[in-house]
């Protein structure tokens, strides 16, 4: 009778070990869907300060990702695609300056709406500055200030190098153009390397603040604002690329290497980058990790960091990183068959125990 009582303690600890290992047991790297209840097509991603995701969708939705938990942020987009959402926002994004295809949502107080279609948009020093299809809107005192017209500008960054804080302008056909925060009103050419009349949709910093842009003919990187453009060769040189991401490697691959995620219009890239005093190449040829399909068929506009791995848009909102092994629920299932038959000898013995002998 011992070995039975003993064994159903044993039934029940396996059951027990099996129910808490189920979701912990590791199962790789793969892709996940995320998508914000009631989703239309995703035209915006970014991460907030607090760590929360944002995402505006092209039925002027905007959603807010806290906790793997989407909530929908009461704001009026009067039914416009969400086009530009500033990375640093924080706060009550229902608050904060939002561009749409229609343009501006939320203007800082005192200055006259706009209404031209906002490309990308980003706070400075000097005044928050919008990218639109016409060129540069810059806020000043109470009105707003053209800069560069004729020009197509699709994305916007701001940088930080030799101690000066500068601006870069991504654009349809006109490369790339800079500026000095403090000086604004004097951009200046800054393509040489790029390919003639280059399309620059995406920008991201290496770990040593080395800019890099990802255009219609692969990723270049530029040692300095206004030093020429080297190509990265990763094998995406005559790939569009329309979002980059740069994270660490982690401890075990040493400090120089740089994970640099990629998304074009193919979907969901990763190349190691090693860099030094002399520059930035590639380990290897970029890997394809998540490709897209018939029923994805959007490029990778947007990539934000998400838990060692992350989120980016296409057409949805996707996850890419590691997760739980597929299944485990059938483990800690078989967890529970074993700790009720633990518990159904248990009782069995104790009967026997109790039951009067004979003589």
């Known amino acids: 009778m011992k070995t039975t009582r003993t064994t159903a303690f044993a039934v029940v600890a396996l059951g027990i070990v099996l129910l808490v290992a189920g979701p912990l047991l590791p199962g790789g790297e793969r892709l996940t869907r995320h998508d914000p209840p009631q989703l239309g097509h995703v035209t915006d991603l970014a991460m907030a300060d607090d760590g929360s995701v944002l995402a505006g969708t092209q039925d002027g939705e905007l959603w807010r990702m806290q906790s793997e938990r989407w909530t929908k942020v009461d704001v ?3 039914g416009q695609p969400v086009t530009a959402l500033a990375a ?6 229902a608050r904060g300056p939002i561009g749409t295809a229609g343009g501006l949502v939320n203007a800082p107080t005192g200055l006259p709406p706009v209404s031209v279609r906002i490309s990308d948009e980003t706070p400075t020093a000097k005044g928050l500055l919008l990218g639109t299809g016409e ?5 000043s005192g109470d009105t707003w200030e053209r800069l560069i017209p004729d020009i197509n500008v699709y994305r916007l960054e701001q940088d930080t190098h030799g101690g000066e804080s500068f601006v870069h302008v991504g ?3 006109s490369g790339v153009l800079s500026a000095r925060v403090d000086a604004l009103q004097d951009w200046q050419p800054n393509s040489e390397g790029l390919h003639p009349q280059a399309n620059v949709f995406t920008f991201s910093h290496t770990g040593a603040g080395r800019l890099l842009a990802g255009t219609d003919k692969g990723v270049y990187w530029q040692d300095a ?7 990265l060769e990763i094998g995406l040189e005559n790939s569009r690329i329309l979002s980059l991401h ?6 075990d691959a040493g400090d120089a ?3 640099l995620w990629i998304g074009s219009d193919d979907g969901l890239y990763r190349v190691a980058l090693l860099e030094n005093e002399t520059g930035v190449e590639a380990a290897s040829y970029a890997d394809l990790l998540a490709p897209t399909t018939e029923s994805r068929s959007f490029g990778i506009s947007w990539i934000v960091p998400a838990d060692g791995g992350v989120m980016f848009s296409a057409g949805g909102v996707f996850r890419y990183g590691h997760n739980g092994l597929p299944g485990w629920y059938w483990i800690s299932l078989a967890g529970v068959v074993f700790i009720l038959l633990g518990g159904w000898l248990l009782p069995a013995r ?3 125990q109790a039951a009067p002998s004979r003589a």
């Open 76 to 78: 009026e987009l009067g």
């Open 88 to 93: 640093d926002l924080s706060g009550d994004p």
């Open 135 to 139: 060129g540069l809107l810059l806020q």
């Open 171 to 173: 654009s349809v056909a």
């Open 225 to 231: 604002p206004m030093q020429p453009w080297r190509q």
């Open 246 to 251: 740069l994270s660490s490697a982690g401890a």
């Open 257 to 259: 290497e740089q994970h």
């Open 350 to 352: 104790e009967s026997e």
